[in-house]
């Protein structure tokens, strides 16, 4: 049974589905779920879903990024985290915190990379004038959002879409993306999924 550590930053909706779905038979069980912010709304949704919660917020470290991951770090391997699932963890991390966890480390993002890595990813899609959208769930290695992608799911971009109701129609696919890539990759396997 592999254990995974799921760090947030927000609402906890992927988080939410990971944890839902890592019962019975899935080769994961949920040990942690770490958020940078004191005022996430994931951390009540975790609490009643059971799983134990911390937060290391990273203001006080200010430009600190060392002592802020070290922190990370020491939850990480308190809670005996062999995975590590980034669920709208909106901090970037160094080369060196990522080589420590690296091929244990996954991110879902919320655009078809390589495009549009980074923020904005809907405004960005939108302005383009793109006829689809998606979401990736990838390795997390030191270059931002550009390691090995292990799946995706795509939506069709519609007519009088704005920002929100494309990330709705997004958030619904990575909701699906994000626990299936979950299973298969804590399995072994690291073929791309194709939603
Ligand atoms: C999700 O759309 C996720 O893909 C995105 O933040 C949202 C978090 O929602 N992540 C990023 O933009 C990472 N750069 P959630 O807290 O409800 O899961």
Known sequence: ????????????????????????????????????????????????????????DHRPFGPNRAGFEAELARHLDAAGADLIAHAGFMRILTPGFVRRYQGRMLNIHPSLLPKY???????????????????????????????????QARVPVLPGDTEETLAARVLVQEHRLYPAVMRRFALGNRERLDL
Not at 8 to 17: F, K
Not at 121 to 132: F, K, P, Y
């Open 1 to 56: 049974m592999k254990r995974v550590a799921i760090l947030i930053s927000g609402g906890g909706s992927n988080m939410v589905a990971l944890v839902r779905d890592m019962t019975g038979d899935h080769p994961c069980r949920p040990v942690l779920v770490l958020s940078n912010r004191p005022d996430a709304g994931g951390l009540a949704k975790a609490a009643a879903l059971g799983v134990p919660t911390a937060v290391v």
């Open 117 to 151: 890595p980074g923020l904005h990813t809907h405004r960005r899609a939108l302005e383009a004038g793109d006829a689809e959208a998606g979401c990736t769930v990838h390795e997390v290695t030191a270059d931002l959002d550009a390691g090995p992608i292990l799946g």
